[in-house]
């Protein structure tokens, strides 16, 4: 009898388990070593009068937070204890678009592409009002160094589809093209339309076929245009996210990177073709994407093609993936502000009733979270771990055998095990009932054949980190 200990590697469902990468992990993240738990998400607000689906996190100089969350016509504001303020209504969204913010030094614009530029200032405002009588209307909005900059305009009564507009510098209500102000746009003509756009020290405009740097130069021209990207764009405008100047994007073929000069495949021969059949390609229009600054994680929600929706998770510094269950509609950056005793007994009347606990980032304020929306309430997701799943790849040493032991190496946990043996590769991978470890972290078996799976599942509500399992292996005799 052989103890072999199976580590758990790379999870890449475009290849096969014969090739030594995981074959699931789900509702789990990577971790330079191993999967750590990935958490449910918790209701975070009270219900709004629509559905949400929009989160936008705004800090003050002063370090206050403020998490303003949209509908198709309204605007809230989240307060710490979880209570909606209406702080905008009456304007139209179309149901394939999303109300959109920025920050532009203590001022927070939202855009839609049916009413003018909105502002709202920081610690005085208690409503959006038009940032200026020439705001323009625009899909996307940003900020790139000292200008407030809007793309996909409207304008003339058409979509400027090609449009890249921006503010005088240093003031966002002044949008009249003067050289003096460098208020100004710019057209790009070649790449499709504009489907996002990211700022920063440097501007990123992602078309559908191309995407461009916009540089700051200053005047005559204000700003540069290159095309750094030909014949690759980004095809869902809800899949670009941004983290300290790196910008992350769905394409035609897959998910990438970009730096501002190279555009770099991250999904390419581990999880492209899983999402691309995966994914219902009909509602790419559906899709969200976030990033998770606490656990450095950037997060996709899609729409499945069997109507469920779900959730692709990229580790940026193990640069490993996982997938997950998405129980919210919708993605995106939240925080929440500090809160007194009397805000707490507005969310329970018993601490050991709360679903987080008091030092969550949750109730510390002025921290930013990974949060979301399903149906007319705001979640984060700081709950409990979810159910997950790490299935190791086949198992072979050579020769029909037979598992008859195994010990799931779970940090401050256990685990159950569940076993798939085949004789043929060609054969169906059909899993077991799944056995819960003993007292001694031992789960018996009795599975014959040359190509063995194992399905763990962590067990343990503070379960940190799943490495490994132990398993006993014995050569089959042959007559």
């Keep these: 009898m052989a103890t072999t200990r199976v580590t758990f590697g790379e999870w890449m469902p475009d290849q096969s388990g014969i090739s030594g990468a995981l074959t699931d992990a789900k509702n789990v993240v990577s971790q330079a070593i191993g999967y750590g738990p990935f958490p449910t998400p918790v209701v975070l607000s009270s219900a709004a009068a629509e559905n949400l689906s929009s989160l936008?996190?705004?800090k003050s100089p002063d370090g206050n937070t403020t998490l303003f969350a949209a509908g198709l016509t309204k605007i809230y504001t989240v307060g710490g204890a979880g209570t909606l303020t209406l702080v905008n209504s009456g304007y139209t969204t179309n149901p394939y678009q999303r109300m959109r913010f920025t920050?532009?030094?203590?001022?927070?614009?939202?855009?839609?592409?049916?009413?003018?530029?909105?502002?709202?200032?920081?610690?005085t405002s208690s409503t959006f009002t038009d940032l200026a009588a020439n705001a323009p209307i625009a899909k996307y909005i940003t900020v790139v160094r000292d200008f407030v900059v809007v793309a996909n305009t409207y304008e003339s009564g058409e979509q400027q589809q090609y449009r890249v507009r921006w503010s005088a510098i240093n003031d966002e209500t002044d949008w009249t093209e003067d050289v003096n102000t460098q208020s100004d746009y710019q057209d790009i003509p070649d790449g499709g339309q504009i489907m996002g756009i990211r700022g920063g020290e440097f501007g990123l405009v992602l078309l559908e076929r191309s995407i461009h740097r916009m540089t700051y130069v200053g005047t005559p021209f204000i700003f540069q245009f290159d095309n750094i990207s030909r014949n690759k764009g980004c095809m869902a405008a809800g899949s670009i996210a941004q983290y300290q100047g790196i910008t992350f994007f769905l394409s035609d073929d897959g998910f990438y990177m970009c730096d501002g000069q190279n555009v770099i495949p991250i999904g390419a021969e581990k999880v492209d073709r899983f999402f691309l059949a995966d994914a219902l390609e009909t509602d790419y229009e559906s899709m969200s994407a976030a990033i998770d600054p606490v656990r450095k994680l950037v997060i996709w929600n899609y729409r499945s093609v069997d109507a469920v929706r779900k959730l692709m998770i990229y580790n940026f510094q193990t640069k490993k993936w996982t997938y997950g269950d998405a129980n919210t509609d919708y993605l995106g950056e939240a925080s929440s502000g500090a809160l007194t005793l009397e805000e707490l007994d507005d969310i329970s009347e018993s601490i050991d009733a709360l679903e987080n606990s008091l030092d969550s980032l949750l109730y510390v304020g002025g921290k930013y979270f990974l949060g979301g929306t399903l149906g007319t309430r705001v979640y984060s997701f700081t709950g409990a771990s979810q159910t997950g799943t790490i299935s190791t790849a086949d198992i072979d040493i050579g020769a029909n055998s037979v598992v008859t032991l195994a010990r799931p190496i779970v940090d401050n946990g256990s685990g159950s095990i569940a076993v798939s043996s085949r004789t043929l590769l060609n054969q169906s991978v059909n899993y077991g009932t799944s056995t819960a470890a003993?007292?001694?972290?031992?789960v018996s078996l009795r599975s014959a054949g040359r190509y063995h799976r194992l399905k763990l599942t962590p067990t343990g509500a503070a379960w940190k980190t799943a490495v490994a399992v132990d398993v006993d292996i014995t050569p089959q005799g042959v007559r």
Excluded at 103 to 123: A, C, D, P, R
Excluded at 438 to 442: A, G, K, L, M, Q
């Design 56 to 58: 936008y996190a705004a």
């Design 438 to 442: 003993d007292s001694e972290n031992r």
């Design 103 to 123: 920050q532009f030094g203590n001022v927070v614009i939202s855009t839609n592409n049916q009413e003018k530029l909105q502002s709202w200032t920081l610690g």
